[in-house]
Every structure is written in structure tokens, then in C-alpha cells.
């Protein structure tokens, strides 16, 4: 008989165990001792929307996609490069003008929740800013796994799809990404 539970986090397997968690904190803190944390977060949310710009940008030249929907989106970025980069995703909500999605495995989850300043709020908001310049949307964070939710959720909304502002979609307690 096997017994199995469900896991927080993924294990890769592998001899001899990698541990690159040491190598990420021990790399975080020395930007962050070099610049300050005000400046090595500027930098790292930078640096996310160069990766994020450019994730999807080849996704999109891949792809054969020109004009960004909610369907377009959830078919290349959530359903292939996402997933592609072990990344599991559920739709809560879709519409001609919006996608809401849940992430449930953070391939940065142990330093997400060390340092969640430097990841989620520099780093994973820099690279969904790339990807809103990608495709044309503009990205908010609901939850975050590294700041203790059991699951990172976005909305993305197409400005020129729909005609819910911003300051709409904020009054609903929404966080900018």
C-alpha cells in the first residue's frame, strides 16, 4: 500500500540534491546589500519586465499571435509558456475583456515567502508588467503565495476591450501588480 498527501511544493528529484535556494538568497542579499533594498527592488522589477516582455513577446512570435484576447492569453502564456516553465494555473473567470487566474506552484516559492518584497512585489510584479506590455493589458494581484495565501490570483484586463477603468477594478479591492 502507498500512502500520498498533498505537497505545498514540487519535488525535483535529482542526484545530488540541487539547492538553489541558497544560491538565490545568498544572490538576493548581496544586491541588496550593494544597492539598498529601495534600489535592488527597482532593479529586480526591471529586470522582470525585460524577462516578462520577453517571455511572451517569443510565446507570441511562436504562437502566430498579433492581436491579445482573454482567449489568446489563457491559450499561449497560461496553457503553454507558463506551463512549459512548471507553472500550474486554474481559470476562475473569463470574459471578451477579462482573465482571472490562480497560480499554484511559484517556481520561486522558498525565496517568495524569505523574501516576498524582493520576489513577489519587485520581481514577479516587474515580470507581469512586461507581460501586460506584451499583450496589451494591464495585470492586478489579488493574492500571493509569498506573502502566505494558498495561491497567487491575477486579473488581467484588456483596456481596449472593455470599458471596466482601472479605478473601477481598484475600488473592488483589487492590488496593482
Partial sequence: ATLYRAARRAVVGGFPPRRYELLAEISLQTLV????LGEASAQLKEKGREAGRGMVGAAAAKGFVTDWSPRAFREIVLEGLLRDFGVETEIVEESDETLRY???TCPFLE??????????????????GG????????????SCMGHG????????????????????RRGAGVDDV
Fill in 33 to 36: 546589500d550593494g544597492l539598498g
Fill in 102 to 104: 490562480r497560480v499554484f
Fill in 111 to 128: 525565496m517568495a515567502e524569505r523574501l516576498p518584497a524582493l520576489v513577489c512585489d519587485a520581481l514577479d510584479a516587474g515580470f507581469h
Fill in 131 to 142: 507581460m501586460d506590455e506584451a499583450v496589451g493589458g494591464e495585470t492586478q494581484r489579488f
Fill in 149 to 168: 495565501a494558498l495561491y497567487c490570483e491575477y486579473i488581467v484586463a484588456w483596456r481596449e476591450r472593455g470599458s471596466r477603468s482601472a479605478e473601477a
